[in-house]
């Protein structure tokens, strides 16, 4: 392994296939990226595994797809068009741009980390009579970190919570944040910046023909709710889900496919009686938090982190973070919208955007939880925790050690590789050939015939494939194959007409949401 293993990671996404940038020959277009075929494979994969989760395993969840081009009024009800902004300062000398909130949270974590670190130290000076608390309080130095972070802290939130620019400027200097390039701390002011792409409409100029590019999925639903509602014969509490792309100008695209400008979105609205908000918000992280443990993903990796500034729209908020190679970072949201939306555009349009509860007898306009994740931050969460780097017992040489994408079977690109034994031996590439022209109805399959069997196998591990089927001399005789086990390496003789049982059996879906 290098010393940067986020470096490897991308290095194997290119060399694999699986991710591109975008207009590489060109060299490249920032913050896009193109899926190559095995990523296509594995982005597919994700999507299904979340589809499958909210609408094929919910009575009470149905599907959309909604354009991405919509009405321009839709962004001025939904509040983006004053209020999708981010707050970005210059270096006066490097002329490099930043977010500034980015900036001081990270100076922020960094006062945190120190006093962290002689927490740790403490603990390990003094073993099991240490009381963490007690230490927090008594440390002066401890204590003085923590009351630093807090004081700063809070004057950051309010002045986000304000659109305070002034105020924003006024902690980076406090804080005396230096550019990352220059070391220089003399900044612009900060000023806003709004994330939405826009383009025109067919031949009519200015203002009126702006249409934006939808920065977020949620909007077609919430215009839509009501056409789905009617006819889905839906009854409150139920929810809309939607797979698709959003665009987003960010001030600085980074850290490979975390922070992209075209990206994919998995969002799903979930009306409720006004109310009863609360007790959903809280389902709704129980169960999307499951949804991410039964991938195998380790708990140490995942955590909740509650919003401190709300958005616009929001009576409550928490973020699913995972531990990208690079941090914690925010993986999904989960948001209690209240009937911030579906109310704005009611006023906007001058349409009902209200639902008929026959049990109370009552219209209202109902309040919505929603749960919200990207498709292409899932996909490198996925990918961190498959890539592995690990030596193989018994074997040689450039055999010895391997590069294997440990996916859980269900999401892996391809299922199972079919490989006969030699190349030059038409008995065993017509059998394997056989065997790969049956089950490739069923699942995506390779057959590969083509240098030693031992790189055939450090091939298929690379891009995460969990069962590789040889076919060799024993198969002519008594019809049976080796089928080999990606993670285990453990090889076992089956029948070829059991081969496809024991795939599916891997594979499936079900034994995840079991
Ligand atoms: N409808 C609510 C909404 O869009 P968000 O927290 O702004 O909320 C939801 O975005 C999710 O979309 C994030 O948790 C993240 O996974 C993904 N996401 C947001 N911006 C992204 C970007 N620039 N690149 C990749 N994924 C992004």
Do not use: W, Y
């Given at each position: 392994m290098s010393a940067d293993p986020f470096k490897d990671l991308v290095s194997h996404c290119k060399e694999y296939g699986f991710i591109f940038q975008s207009s590489e020959i060109y060299d490249g277009l920032s913050g896009v990226y193109d899926y190559g075929s095995y990523g296509i494979e594995l982005k597919n994969n994700i999507k299904s595994y979340w589809w499958k989760a909210m609408v094929q395993n919910h009575e009470n969840i149905v599907g959309l797809d909604s354009a991405?081009?919509?009405?321009?009024?839709i962004w001025k009800a939904s509040g983006h068009v004053d209020a999708f902004n981010d707050p970005l300062v210059d270096s006066k000398v490097s002329n490099k741009r930043y977010r500034a909130d980015v900036l001081i949270e990270e100076a922020l974590e960094k006062i945190m980390g120190k006093a962290e670190k002689e927490i740790e130290k403490a603990r390990k000076r003094f073993?099991?009579?240490?009381?963490e608390e007690q230490y927090r309080r008594d440390n002066t130095r401890v204590a003085e970190y923590i009351q630093k972070h807090d004081e700063i802290n809070q004057r950051f939130v309010d002045a986000m919570s304000k659109n305070d620019m002034v105020g924003l400027k006024a902690v980076i200097e406090e804080l005396e944040i230096a550019d990352p390039v220059s070391g220089s701390k003399e900044w612009t002011d900060v000023r806003q910046f709004n994330l939405m792409f826009h383009t025109q409409l067919g031949n009519i100029a200015g203002e009126e023909g702006k249409l934006y590019l939808r920065p977020e999925t949620a909007q077609g639903i919430f215009v839509n709710f009501l056409n789905v509602q009617k006819t889905t014969?839906?009854?409150?509490?139920f929810g809309i889900a939607q797979i698709g792309k959003a665009f987003r100008n960010e001030i600085i695209a980074r850290q490979f496919i975390f922070r992209m400008r075209e990206f994919e979105q998995m969002e799903m609205q979930f009306f409720v009686q006004p109310g009863s908000e609360m007790k959903w918000y809280a389902y709704w992280k129980e169960a999307r938090m499951n949804w991410h443990k039964?991938?195998?993903?380790?708990?140490?990796k995942l955590r909740f982190h509650d919003h401190e500034n709300l958005a616009h729209y929001a009576n409550a908020a928490v973020d699913v973070q995972f531990e990208f190679p690079f941090g914690f970072k925010e993986l999904e949201g989960i948001h209690s919208r209240t009937d911030f939306d579906l109310k704005s555009h009611q006023e906007l349009s001058g349409k009902k955007l209200q639902y008929f509860d026959p049990e109370t007898n009552e219209n209202y306009v109902p309040y919505v939880v929603e749960t919200s994740i990207g498709v292409d931050r899932m996909f490198l969460a996925v990918l961190t925790n498959a890539y592995t780097e690990e030596e193989v017992p018994d074997a040689e040489g450039k055999e010895s050690t391997r590069i294997v994408l440990k996916f859980p079977p269900a999401l892996a690109p391809v299922k199972c590789a079919i490989l006969p034994l030699?190349?030059?031996n038409d008995a065993l590439t017509g059998t394997a050939r056989e065997i790969f022209d049956d089950l490739k109805f069923n699942f995506l399959c390779q057959y590969d015939e083509k240098d030693a069997i031992g790189r055939r196998y450090r091939r298929q591990d690379a891009i995460g494939t969990p069962y590789c089927v040889t076919v060799d001399h024993q198969t002519l005789e008594d019809q049976t194959v080796t089928i080999r086990e990606r993670d285990s390496l453990k090889q076992d003789r089956i029948p070829i007409s059991k081969i496809r049982e024991v795939v599916e059996a891997g594979i499936s879906f079900r034994s995840l949401f079991q």
């Open positions: 991405i081009m919509m009405h321009p009024e073993g099991d009579d240490f009381v014969r839906q009854k409150l509490p039964a991938l195998g993903t380790p708990e140490s030699l190349k030059n």
